[in-house]
């Protein structure tokens, strides 16, 4: 577990290379409800300075660290010194701390791609309408990258500038410089957790926050991630340091996590479905509901192609639309309205998706909710099939709502599996080795975890002892299933093993299918646990749990813990076991 200082944030200043400095900008808690964030491992928003005979920042944190931030940049450069600054990523509240800059420098020239230049730009006019905020506005000059281009700074540090965009970062900039053998990754290969560790030079430390960082933000864009490797690859083994925006520094496994990135890549391109996941989102929220069915999707073993209809054409709609085996789209709501990309994406949709396709609607909205209502009602009359409930968010999510969108992602797969018949009805022989490894039994047991509002339970019975000291056991636990993202190093849990002749009704209350955020625990009665978790009175026995490790065990992951409490409510019972006659299912 990371251990938190004294102070929510803070910002570290040291040297990672000649003549460049990084801000360390870190968080201890979680920063926001967005599904990258779930592990609550904090965060840090990495910031570069780089002084050769022209001074470049590279990348700002958000507006929780301007005024820290730029206190410190005081203390080690005059604003008046700075040439640059070079943004891979803007949004609002990244725009809070560069007006601040440009306040204090209005000579800044700004390196950006040019969907970021018209971000900016945008952001620049909303800020000078703003009568409840007065202040100066300056206008700085920005200098658009169109291509993969130098900006030489002197002294040796001739920044290979390389335009690295995707549907979530439209504007991603990479770069390197040849002087450091830095490689400034952006949003690639980053972790969202908050530590005194600056570089990966733990080995495996880090592994687990790296793969879930791949698995909510890459894995559901992997055309562009691709295109992004490939225009990575002629600096991937020269760079000595990978300097993403979030988390530690990459020194010890640079060009691991490069060819990480491209085996996940191709493990996702050759799953056999697939499902166009298109979507605009006005504040974020729409884009962070998205995030969440599509990690859903992609965990059940799915495909999933993301399309940010504000920046894709509509050739680009038609033919995600045309190579997927199903579709979901969702919309904000301005003034009653679904925005005009998502009318277009809906025109596209109807006109050229076959019916056969399975779909999904989902939005969030302030005070209404027609942009929701109109997908629903123009699909539906169109005779489309849904793969879920549409789903309707008022404001900023919450756990339970994002917990609710994976589940909604994971049914949504497992209903497209069902419908192209991907799951074979009628299993083959058993062969004599899984016949064999049928024979293993298992404790019968309910797992009941917990985090935040974000609640769920399982049946499990790939129970096994694995230490004396501490007290340790394995649970292994499917891809698909909603619980596993409840399951990461420092989650808590409960395993309530059941009784012999008492276990069929709590084994058929949770086997049975439960939909998106419905509520596992109605009409069984429960206590809690000293970790505030729930204890299912008609156990026999509860053990109270803490995550250790995980290792990836092809379809399931071995979770190993840590049992901290526990009691034995009837000694004198038996426990339940699970008894198989073939290996290849439960």
Same mark, same amino acid.
């Given at each position: ?47 570069? =300075? ?6 470049? =920042?590279?990348?700002?944190?958000? $507006?929780?660290?301007t ?5 410190q940049?005081?203390q ?7 040439? +640059? ?16 800059l440009?306040? =204090? ?18 952001? =620049? ?54 002087k450091?053998?830095?490689? +400034? ?26 793969? +879930?960082?791949?698995? @909510? ?19 991937s ?26 085996a ?31 990690? !859903?999707?992609t965990?059940?073993g ?37 925005p ?11 006109a ?24 629903? $009602? ?23 709502? #994002?917990?609710q @969108?994976e ?8 209903a ?48 096994s ?32 093993? #059941?009784?012999? !002749? ?22 069984? $009665? ?26 990836? @065990? ?6 190993? @813990? ?8 009837t ?16």
């Amino acid at each position: 577990m990371v251990s938190a200082p004294p102070t929510p944030r803070d910002i570290q200043v040291l040297s990672v290379g000649a003549d460049t400095l990084m801000f360390r900008s870190r968080s201890w808690t979680r920063l926001k409800f967005e599904v990258e964030y779930a592990l609550q491992r904090g965060t840090t928003s990495n910031s570069f =300075l780089i002084k050769g005979d022209r001074v470049a =920042l590279r990348s700002l944190p958000g $507006e929780s660290f301007t005024e820290l931030f730029l206190e410190q940049l005081q203390q080690v450069i005059f604003p008046a010194e700075l040439d +640059y600054v070079i943004l891979g990523h803007i949004n609002p509240n990244r725009f809070a701390t560069l007006l601040k800059l440009l306040q =204090l420098a209005p000579h800044l020239i700004v390196v950006c791609s040019n969907p970021g230049a018209v971000t900016l730009r945008a952001l =620049l006019e909303s800020a000078a309408k703003d009568k409840d905020n007065p202040q100066t506005i300056p206008e700085p000059e920005i200098y658009v990258v169109k291509g993969q281009e130098t900006l030489d700074l002197g002294k040796g540090h001739k920044l290979q500038l390389i335009p690295t965009p995707t549907p979530r970062w439209p504007d991603g900039i990479c770069a390197y410089d040849p002087k450091t053998a830095i490689l +400034y990754s952006d949003k690639f290969f980053g972790a969202h957790v908050a530590g005194e560790q600056v570089y990966d030079d733990g080995g495996k430390l880090f592994e687990v926050d790296r793969k +879930y960082y791949y698995d @909510c933000l890459m894995a559901t864009q992997i055309s562009q991630v691709e295109i992004a490797l490939e225009r990575l690859a002629p600096w991937s083994t020269s760079a000595q340091i990978y300097a993403p925006v979030n988390g530690p520094l990459l020194r010890r496994g640079a060009l691991e996590i490069f060819q990480n990135y491209q085996a996940w890549n191709r493990q996702q391109a050759t799953q056999p479905l697939s499902v166009a996941l298109l979507y605009a989102s006005a504040y974020g929220n729409t884009a962070i509901l998205s995030q969440a069915i599509a990690h !859903g999707i992609t965990k059940a073993g799915v495909a999933v192609e993301t399309i940010n209809c504000e920046h894709a054409t509509p050739e680009d709609i038609r033919e995600a639309i045309g190579r997927t085996q199903g579709f979901i789209i969702g919309s904000p709501t301005l003034g009653g309205h679904a925005p005009t990309p998502i009318q277009t994406a809906l025109g596209i949709i109807l006109a050229t998706a076959e019916k056969s396709k399975l779909a999904g609607v989902f939005g969030s909205y302030g005070w209404s909710g027609e942009a929701i209502d109109l997908l629903e $009602e123009k699909l539906k009359n169109a005779g489309y099939t849904f793969g879920f409930a549409p789903i309707r968010v008022k404001f900023t999510p919450s756990d339970a709502i #994002l917990q609710q @969108c994976e589940e909604a992602g994971i049914d949504f797969a497992q209903a497209l599996k069902k419908a192209k018949k991907v799951k074979q009805i009628a299993r083959p022989l058993a062969t004599p080795v899984e016949q064999a490894v049928g024979r293993l039994v298992g404790s019968l047991s309910v797992v009941t975890a917990q985090r935040g509002d974000a609640t769920g339970a399982m049946v499990a019975s790939w129970i096994s002892q694995a230490s004396f000291n501490p007290p340790g056991l394995t649970v292994a636990v499917a891809k698909d299933r909603a619980l596993e993202s409840l399951l990461y190093p420092g989650d808590a849990f409960v395993l309530n093993l #059941l009784e012999e !002749g008492k276990h069929i009704p709590l084994m058929k209350h949770f086997l049975k299918p439960f939909g998106p955020g419905e509520d596992r625990f109605v009409g069984i $009665e429960t206590k809690s646990a000293q970790n505030g978790l729930p204890i299912l009175k008609e156990a026999l026995v509860y053990l109270e749990c803490r995550v250790q490790s995980r290792m990836d @065990c092809g379809d399931h992951w071995l979770v190993y @813990c840590a049992a901290e409490a526990g009691d034995v409510f009837t000694p004198s019972a038996k426990t339940a076991v699970h008894y198989r006659t073939s290996g290849t299912h439960y």
